[in-house]
């Protein structure tokens, strides 16, 4: 692997934390660490990481939650650490979206091994899907589920995220709130149409000087374009 791997490193004990890290400085990575739940979820708001490397049991916010939340944005490959004896429900866990786990005590050089493993699966998904697609200024990335405007990353929720990309791959085709919320939401008659006007309005606030690409038709409903 020639590029460098960037993890964020998720665990409460000191300890822990330093053989991690000795263990993949000898590789191409760069660890970033969290001591506990509160500041993985912000560290990852803000700065993009290609593998996570989660305690379960951690203060503030638990592993679950950081699991969870993680997952509401973003496909980015998470390992679970868990305590040998500690109540681990695995099942939950992949349930959670999480990739893979191992339990405590490990061998560092298991877990980075386990990471190759991920990155390698990761690499030959998106050979395999055409994942990366540039609409204007606009690129999303359907593996990391990230949106770029202009280079930079915007965070959008699950839905907005969804209704994005449907409207990007459907461009210049206008749909009602109606087909929008069967498309995106999943359902058409109970939905209320409100809940679209709310999404896109909160999606035209993230992508900024490029919120003209999606366009209100009046009495219709919405289609996305790229201003000429
Ligand atoms: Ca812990």
Not at 25 to 46: C, H, M, S, W
Not at 118 to 142: A, C, Y
Request: with cysteine.
């Amino acid at each position: 692997m020639d590029k460098i791997i960037k993890i964020l490193l998720v665990e409460d004990e000191a300890k822990m934390r330093e053989l991690i890290r000795i263990a993949f400085r000898k590789e191409n990575f760069e660890t970033y660490e969290a001591v506990d739940g509160k500041q993985a979820l912000n560290i990852f708001k803000n700065f993009h990481f290609d593998v996570i490397i989660l305690d379960i049991m951690l203060p503030e916010i638990d592993g679950w939650t950081v699991c969870r939340e993680i997952r509401k944005n973003s496909d980015v490959p998470i390992i679970l650490l868990t305590a040998r004896g500690e109540e681990f429900d695995k099942l939950f866990g992949f349930e959670l979206g999480a990739d893979d786990y191992i339990v405590k005590p490990f061998s560092p050089r298991e877990l980075v091994a386990r990471v190759k493993v991920l990155m390698r699966r990761t690499e030959n998904k998106s050979k395999d899907l055409s994942s990366q697609f540039d609409i204007g200024d606009i690129n999303i990335n359907t593996l990391s589920r990230e949106v770029k405007v202009e280079g930079s990353l915007i965070i959008l929720t699950n839905k907005e995220y969804e209704l994005l990309l449907f409207l990007t791959t459907n461009q210049n085709i206008v749909f009602t709130r109606e087909q929008l919320l069967l498309k995106v939401w999943g359902y058409e008659q109970y939905g209320d149409p409100r809940t679209v006007d709310t999404h896109v309005k909160r999606i035209r606030e993230k992508l900024g000087n490029k919120s003209n690409y999606i366009i209100t038709i009046w009495g219709v409903g919405y289609k996305l374009e790229v201003p000429k």
